[in-house]
């Protein structure tokens, strides 16, 4: 049975499930931020997947990536599957721009993390949750 790692659940409000990922909003006002985790019990690596969700990932971080470029407008999205701190297999989406606070280098670390206001943070997700056809 599929279970969120208590840290990414600390850490971002659910926006929506598709048909392959949990499709989180990361609680960080510095970057428009979106995590995707595959629903699937004891993943940790993208090629642990079977191929067919394989395939869905990727697709799906291609509609994330696409509804980020469209709304936002970033200089870059940053798509990384890191796991050093958080085991379960799980893609950050992440709008650049180069006036944000970590522009060139990577955003882990660069700045503290800047929680939203809880009204702020339900209102991203309602948003998010249009944007991303939830």
Excluded: K
Excluded at 39 to 52: K, M, Q, T, V
């Amino acid at each position: 049975m599929f279970a969120l790692h208590p840290r990414l659940d600390a850490d971002t409000a659910l926006i929506t499930d598709w048909p392959l990922c949990r499709v989180l909003f990361n609680d960080d006002r510095t970057y428009p931020w979106l995590i995707l985790v595959p629903r699937r019990p004891g993943i940790a690596e993208i090629g642990e997947l079977e191929a067919a969700d394989r395939a869905l990932l990727v697709e799906e971080i291609a509609r994330a990536s696409e509804v980020l470029r469209t709304t936002l407008s970033p200089d870059r999205i940053n798509v990384a599957a890191l796991g050093n701190v958080v085991p379960q297999l799980h893609i950050h989406l992440i709008g650049r721009f180069v006036t944000d606070p970590a522009w060139p280098g990577p955003v882990w670390g660069a700045v503290p993390t800047v929680r939203h206001e809880p009204e702020a943070l339900a209102a991203a997700v309602a948003v998010w949750r249009t944007r991303l056809g939830a």
